[in-house]
């Protein structure tokens, strides 16, 4: 059954964005009473009948509402440095997304080749990846920030660090707590800076290593993705 989705549903009536729209009718060929599905990215799941196929505003008439679908009983949150090919940054939130993720901040750090990024396509990404895993939640892709601005923020819960500067660091899968907040920093390619290491202990956060292997960006933040869920099963 196809996904659809729809971040604003109020009532049993909705229409379909113009790009969701062609796509049923024109590519998947919808018909009047053919049953999909929605979800609005909030926790929102929705069995639906296609009312009218309109290749422009296909209406959808909602069946059946399951709210909170999914939910999770831990947060997580990564910040990361958008890399300076942005395509590898992509692939994270996708993958990410599919894995299970929360709240995700693109952070600027000191040794950041990558400043620049288009928040639109990004989440356009994470929609559909959101859709091909078949979850309600749409994790939230907070602003660009420099790492100076991102530690005057508060933050709940645990609090890491990861970096690959010689210290005496521990395995975030030894330090993961189920059902908790969690924030993990990950920093560019050319890593957190010492000083940046230095601020972020200084008002809480832990060091941490994610494994013996010096990895990139991206490859970072998916393990640490994948940690955290698994702690959490």
Known sequence: MQLFYIPEINGSKVILSSEESKHAVKVLRLLEG??????????GFYQAVVSDPNPKKCAIEI??????????????????????NIDRFEWFLEKATEIGIDEITPLISEH?????????????????????????????????????????QKFSGEKFIAHCNESDKRHLKNLIKPKQQTLVLIGPEGDFSAEEVELATTIGFTEITL???????????????HIVNLANE
């Open 34 to 43: 053919d049953l999909i599905q929605l979800v609005d990215g909030k926790g």
């Open 63 to 84: 069946r059946e509402a399951k709210k909170e679908f999914g939910k999770r009983d831990f947060h997580l949150h990564i910040a990361i440095a958008p890399t300076k």
């Open 112 to 152: 950041s080749e990558r400043k620049v990024i288009k928040p639109e396509r990004l989440e356009k990404i994470m929609v559909a990846a959101m859709k091909q895993s078949l979850k309600a939640y749409l994790p939230k892709l907070n602003e660009l920030a420099t790492f100076q601005d991102f530690m005057k």
């Open 211 to 225: 494994g013996k292997s010096r990895l990139r960006t991206e490859t970072a933040g998916i393990i640490a993705c």
